[in-house]
């Protein structure tokens, strides 16, 4: 059974500090997804990452994958309070899209 | 380009009695997957349909069924409703599902509670 370990599960950030979530996953997979979702709202997709070192950043994030460790890093560069929201990783399985197991998420706060 | 669309934003059921849920897909996109988030198991898969047929199914009892139509459209129903299907459900949809690595794309839910 995949399962789709996120920490930490809570983060109180300092605005101007950097930090990093971790995603680990137990079995093979190749395609790993970032999203972030607002209270109340529903998930953006933030990264798709296909390969083994794939790297994409977006503004104050940077999303990485290891598939030979089954492990993603989303790392949050100076940090800004535009950045509060729950953070999911999620993997998929069977070759399909449409099933992603998800991580049970990390919820950031930044504090001025 | 319009987003997934679900209604109703909101409902409220009574134990024992069911429900259908409703999603439209983006323009074009062929798959469309269901899940169930709750604050204690967080987002959990339901099941996924393409081309009206369901390709893939999460760990839910019976009582939790789909299906899609035609025009990609798709509905869900959970019948002798539970106090623990209290949750948000939230459907996404793809362009086709299969290998291509795009993301899913979530509409904003419906918020179902079961009193």
């Known amino acids: 059974e995949l399962k789709v370990e996120q920490n930490p599960l809570f983060l109180s950030m300092q605005e101007g500090k950097n930090y990093t979530i971790y995603c680990n996953y137990s079995?093979?997979?190749?395609?790993l997804y970032w999203y972030r979702q607002d209270p109340g709202k529903s998930l953006e997709s933030l990264f798709v990452?296909?390969?083994?070192?794939a790297v994409k950043q977006e503004g104050r994030l940077m999303a990485s994958l290891d598939t030979k460790a089954r492990l993603s890093t989303l790392h949050i560069t100076a940090a800004v309070h535009d950045l509060s929201a729950t953070y999911f990783c999620?993997?998929?399985?069977?070759?399909?899209?449409?099933?992603?197991?998800f991580g049970k998420g990390t919820k950031l706060s930044v504090k001025p | 380009k319009a987003g997934v669309t679900q209604t109703p934003r909101y409902l409220i059921k009574t134990r024992g009695q069911q429900v259908t849920l409703s999603c439209s897909p983006i323009?074009?996109?062929?798959?469309v997957s269901w899940y169930q988030q709750t604050p204690g198991q967080g987002l959990q898969f339901l099941f996924e349909?393409?081309?009206?047929?369901?390709?893939n199914k999460g760990n839910f009892p019976g009582r939790f069924s789909g299906r899609q139509f035609s025009n990609s459209r798709s509905e869900m129903n959970v019948s002798t409703l539970e106090l623990g299907d209290s949750a948000l459900y939230l459907c996404?949809?793809?362009?086709?599902?299969?290998?291509?690595?795009?993301?899913?794309?979530f509409g904003n839910g419906t918020r179902l509670t079961v009193t």
């Open positions: 996404a949809s793809s362009p086709s599902g299969q290998g291509l690595g795009s993301p899913l794309h």
């Open positions: 079995t093979t997979s190749d395609r």
């Open positions: 990452l296909l390969s083994n070192g």
């Open positions: 999620a993997v998929d399985i069977k070759g399909s899209q449409g099933n992603l197991i």
């Open positions: 323009s074009g996109h062929r798959s």
């Open positions: 349909y393409f081309s009206e047929t369901q390709r």
